[in-house]
């Protein structure tokens, strides 16, 4: 990953403002991925394109019976997925809240049995080689977070969260199995992935890529 520099970060800085203005007002009960979502006031509710262009291109590629999603929120890729694969998922996440909403809508969702929350940094509390898939929808902004919300939306100055959780999400994979994650325009440069999907917004255009674990 090469960091955004310049007028990007400029860029970046207005989109964030505009981010935490509305991840602070939308919140309640939506549809994604059929099924039927409670997002509590603070977690990042469906809406956003990322999570719609995540869903899209995971359920489209993505195959096996054990996957995960790394910073999973209120559960909207995760559950799309169990309910779309029959697929065991495990989601992660650092936020107590959003993860236990996440739990609510597994229940309502139809797939508590194959929903497996996990209140973790990243992968980190999983083994590497553990899982067939694993999506990662991560904070992306090329910021430093400063406020609590920003857990959510920015990737660091270096875009050293954003890295983290995109190279814990690869190390969990087994040989061959297939990572998608989303980045921005924004971001910067995003080396040796394979663009899947792409969706322009009035400030960005977002992105979703493919990585398949080599041996």
Aim: with cysteine.
């Amino acid at each position: 990953m090469e960091p955004a520099r310049g007028l990007r970060r400029e860029a970046a800085s207005a989109l964030l403002r505009l981010l935490r203005f509305l991840v602070s007002r939308v919140h309640g009960v939506f549809e994604a991925g059929g099924c039927r979502l409670r997002v509590p006031r603070g977690c990042l509710a469906p809406v956003f394109v990322s999570t719609g262009l995540a869903i899209e291109v995971s359920t489209r590629l993505v195959r096996g019976r054990v996957g995960c999603d790394v910073g999973t929120g209120c559960g909207a890729i995760a559950l799309s997925l169990a309910k779309k694969l029959s697929a065991e998922v495990i989601g992660t996440d650092v936020d107590y809240k959003c993860l236990a909403a996440s739990v609510v809508n597994a229940r309502s969702c139809g797939v508590y049995e194959l929903y497996h929350p996990v209140l973790c940094v990243g992968a980190s509390c999983l083994r590497s080689g553990s899982v067939e898939f694993a999506v990662t929808n991560p904070p992306y902004l090329p910021l430093p977070p400063k406020k609590p919300v920003d857990t959510a939306l920015c990737g660091g100055g270096e875009l050293e969260v954003y890295s983290s959780m995109v190279e814990d999400s690869l190390r969990v994979l087994k040989p061959g199995g297939i990572l998608v994650f989303t980045a921005s325009s924004l971001t910067g440069s995003v080396l040796g992935a394979v663009p899947a999907g792409r969706r322009l917004t009035p400030f960005d255009a977002v992105l979703a890529y493919v990585l398949v674990k080599r041996c």
